[in-house]
């Protein structure tokens, strides 16, 4: 029965994705917890402000502000290429920030972890959407979105945490673990991931804050599973070393019965002898000087 459970829940959260990304696939098998395991907001976070409330009306006020900001062409842009759900997608617009091209078959580590974990801290905004029910914003006010062709499929999905947005947040803190000295960038795109669904008119601003902590509380719970813990490692491992270049560097050894080793440059292309000077490789080793005071590291 509870497994039963957790993939109706899996279904109905990600209901609007239509292919897996990876060779993980989009069941409960991906996840590091049960949506049982997960932090259960509707516990310890406070229900959507009720329309009467002095916290309504600040909603209605960044609703109103979120259209303006539709005026900005590149802000209602990334407003629109924010709305991606696919990890896939997500990890090329975080890319910029990582400073590094983020895929499966580059960085098959660290879109490991991002699949497993942004997917299975997004469980923890399931509970709480099928408490509350909440209205989205465009639907109270029946105007138009910057996404009209989700508006359908949404229009009885609970506002009320945004899923977009623990999931832009989960992988900022995520891709901070694994490259820190990028962090300010990153959790700079992860903040405006949230923005975006109140600019696009998806989302209250309650449900965008609520969010980053439903976020949060995930993130903190994937640290007790040994299983993320050996990914989000490996996924520093590959990112050092892809940051070192060392593996971009060759293995260069003598063929059998030659009289001499082959001779590569730098970049892997063999060298018809030794050159005057530079860095080489010459029989797996590394080469820094010339030809006649050649310093082997």
Same mark, same amino acid.
Request: aromatic share 10%.
């Given at each position: 029965?509870?497994?039963?459970?957790?993939l109706t829940a899996?279904i109905?959260a990600f209901?609007?994705?239509?292919k897996a990304?990876g060779d993980i696939p989009?069941?409960?098998e991906a996840m590091?917890f049960?949506? !049982?395991?997960?932090?259960?907001?509707?516990?310890w976070l406070?229900?959507p402000?009720d329309?009467?409330?002095?916290?309504?009306?600040y909603?209605?006020?960044q609703?109103?502000?979120?259209?303006t900001?539709?005026?900005?062409s590149?802000?209602?842009r990334?407003?629109?290429?924010?709305?991606v759900e696919?990890?896939?997608?997500?990890?090329?617009?975080f890319?910029?920030?990582f400073?590094?091209e983020i895929s499966k078959?580059?960085t098959?580590?660290?879109?490991?972890?991002l699949? /497993?974990?942004?997917l299975?801290?997004r469980?923890?905004?399931?509970?709480? %959407?099928t408490?509350?029910?909440?209205?989205r914003?465009y639907?109270?006010?029946?105007?138009?979105?910057?996404l009209?062709?989700g508006?359908?499929r949404?229009?009885?999905?609970?506002?009320?945490?945004?899923?977009?947005t623990v /999931?832009?947040?989960a992988?900022?803190?995520?891709?901070?673990?694994i490259?820190?000295?990028a962090?300010d960038?990153?959790l700079?795109?992860?903040?405006?991931w949230g923005?975006?669904?109140?600019i696009?008119?998806?989302?209250w601003?309650?449900d965008? !804050?609520a969010s980053?902590?439903v976020a949060?509380?995930?993130?903190? /719970?994937?640290h007790t599973?040994?299983?993320?813990?050996a990914d989000?490692?490996?996924a520093?491992?590959?990112?050092a070393?892809l940051k070192?270049g060392?593996a971009?560097v060759?293995s260069?050894?003598?063929?059998t019965?030659s009289?001499?080793?082959?001779?590569?440059?730098i970049q892997?292309?063999?060298?018809?002898g030794?050159?005057d000077?530079?860095?080489?490789i010459e029989d797996? %080793? %590394?080469?820094?000087?010339?030809?006649?005071t050649?310093?082997?590291k």
């Amino acid at each position: 029965m509870k497994k039963l459970f957790c993939l109706t829940a899996i279904i109905i959260a990600f209901s609007g994705i239509t292919k897996a990304q990876g060779d993980i696939p989009l069941d409960e098998e991906a996840m590091y917890f049960d949506i !049982d395991d997960m932090p259960n907001a509707v516990v310890w976070l406070p229900a959507p402000p009720d329309t009467t409330s002095t916290q309504f009306v600040y909603d209605i006020t960044q609703y109103m502000w979120g259209k303006t900001q539709r005026q900005d062409s590149a802000r209602a842009r990334q407003a629109i290429d924010n709305a991606v759900e696919e990890i896939d997608e997500m990890a090329e617009q975080f890319s910029v920030p990582f400073g590094m091209e983020i895929s499966k078959e580059k960085t098959p580590a660290i879109f490991k972890v991002l699949y /497993r974990g942004v997917l299975t801290t997004r469980l923890g905004a399931t509970k709480p %959407k099928t408490k509350y029910m909440r209205k989205r914003p465009y639907s109270r006010f029946n105007e138009p979105t910057l996404l009209p062709e989700g508006e359908e499929r949404l229009r009885n999905n609970g506002s009320y945490p945004s899923g977009h947005t623990v /999931r832009g947040w989960a992988m900022a803190l995520l891709l901070c673990e694994i490259n820190p000295d990028a962090q300010d960038d990153l959790l700079k795109l992860g903040y405006e991931w949230g923005q975006s669904r109140v600019i696009a008119g998806y989302h209250w601003q309650s449900d965008v !804050d609520a969010s980053r902590l439903v976020a949060a509380a995930g993130y903190a /719970r994937l640290h007790t599973n040994a299983e993320f813990l050996a990914d989000i490692a490996a996924a520093r491992q590959e990112y050092a070393q892809l940051k070192s270049g060392e593996a971009a560097v060759p293995s260069v050894t003598a063929p059998t019965g030659s009289q001499s080793a082959a001779i590569y440059n730098i970049q892997g292309q063999q060298l018809n002898g030794r050159p005057d000077s530079g860095i080489y490789i010459e029989d797996g %080793k %590394k080469i820094v000087g010339n030809a006649k005071t050649a310093e082997r590291k």
